[in-house]
């Protein structure tokens, strides 16, 4: 079974880097099936997309976001990563990860999030 | 204009049927885009529910009830997501998502259910 776990820093400084891992168990990130993404919610706000990324390492991101945003897999942890410089307050939320199937193993051609971690809670303040 | 609309709540009795929008901006057709629906409840991650784009092009969440079912009203230029038959259990908030053309996900402000 597919589970999803953010982990990292619950506090971060202003103008420093959020970094972020997502350990996934039961599917592995070099799978071809697949993207992985990252998504934020600001406390007691909506959902806001961040970026996926496949298995090549082709990258999609928000593009309110893009200059800030790295987002890598390790394939020896089977983990994805999300950096995010120079956070503000505005960066305070709830981080998830999320499993995006592709149609037919095709690297341009994916649908939604259908599996999602349960979320870490960072908070940007000095 | 935010690019995805979304009313803010929705208030319907246990047993109704609840229909929720989400409607495109002007210029953005929504007879070109997969809805995707997801069922956020507190302190919980969102739950993929659903994605329509047509009768012949729409997949249902894994295990979620058939009493949940995309649509379009294409007059209306939205996507609605219905709920049949509805339960206390499916108070939460939903939102919807596209993928825009642009290479980027947008989803809705989102809209939440109460069942009175």
């Known amino acids: 079974q597919l589970q999803l776990q953010e982990s990292g820093p619950g506090l971060v400084k202003p103008s420093e880097t959020l970094s972020l891992t997502c350990t996934v168990s039961?599917?592995?990130?070099?799978?071809?099936?697949?993207?992985w993404g990252w998504i934020r919610q600001p406390p007691g706000k909506g959902l806001e997309w961040i970026g996926d990324i496949y298995s090549s390492g082709r990258t999609f991101y928000n593009p309110s976001l893009k200059s800030r945003v790295t987002i890598s897999v390790d394939r020896s942890k089977n983990q994805l990563s999300l950096k995010l410089s120079s956070v503000t307050a505005a960066d305070t939320g709830v981080y998830y990860c999320a499993r995006l199937p592709t149609l037919d193993n095709r690297e341009d051609y994916y649908y939604g999030m259908d599996v999602w971690g349960q979320g870490t809670s960072v908070t940007v303040s000095s | 204009q935010a690019m995805l609309t979304q009313p803010a709540s929705l208030s319907a009795s246990p047993g109704a049927s609840a229909s929720l929008t989400c409607t495109l901006r002007s210029g953005i057709n929504v007879g070109a885009y997969r809805i995707y629906w997801y069922q956020q409840k507190p302190g919980s991650p969102p739950q993929y529910l659903l994605r329509y784009k047509s009768d012949s092009d729409m997949q249902q969440g894994s295990g979620v009830p058939s009493r949940f079912s995309g649509s379009k009203d294409v007059s209306a230029n939205a996507g609605i997501l219905l709920i049949s038959g509805l339960q206390s259990e499916d108070e939460a908030d939903y939102y919807c998502m596209i993928w825009h053309s642009s290479a980027y996900w947008v989803f809705g402000g989102g809209t939440k259910v109460t069942v009175l």
């Open positions: 039961g599917d592995s990130v070099s799978s071809p099936s697949y993207y």
